[in-house]
Nanobody
Framework: QVHLVESGGGTVQAGGSLTVSCGLS????????MGWFRRAPGKEREGVAALYTGGNGNTTYYADSVKGRFTISQGSPKITLNLQMNNLKPEDTAVYSC??????????????????????WGQGTQVTVTP
């Protein structure tokens, strides 16, 4: 059983930065998708960023709306997953949840996972960006 706990949410002005973190336990850190999703008020949950850890190291993927502004990374030790968010916009306001799905391949993590949203989930942390 994989267990995930988010931290680091809060309120920031537009243009500011924030980092959210996720502590993982119980996971096998190979062939695993780890990532961040968000749900804005009145909208469906969407994938934001994903990190695949496989035999060839780590590969990262981003939604078009956050490319160049958000960076996903695995902390040290591996049990931490971070999302550095820069140049935040009011439309980034959402509950951010981290997730992990084991025994997957790179292709699944790159695209299917955003739609399928399988695996284990944290409770989420609120990020609010004011104008």
């Amino acid at each position: 059983q994989v267990h995930l706990v988010e931290s680091g949410g809060g309120t920031v002005q537009a243009g500011g930065s924030l980092t959210v973190s996720c502590g993982l336990s119980g996971a096998t850190y190979n062939s695993i998708c780890m990532g961040w999703f968000r749900r804005a008020p009145g909208k469906e949950r969407e994938g934001v960023a994903a990190l695949y850890t496989g035999g060839n190291g780590n590969t990262t993927y981003y939604a078009d709306s956050v490319k160049g502004r958000f960076t996903i990374s695995q902390g040290s030790p591996k049990i931490t997953l971070n999302l550095q968010m820069n140049n935040l916009k009011p439309e980034d306001t959402a509950v951010y949840s981290c997730a992990a799905d084991q025994f997957r391949d790179d292709d699944y993590c790159a695209g299917t996972w955003y739609r399928a949203q399988t695996g284990f989930w944290g409770q989420g942390t609120q990020v609010t960006v004011t104008p």
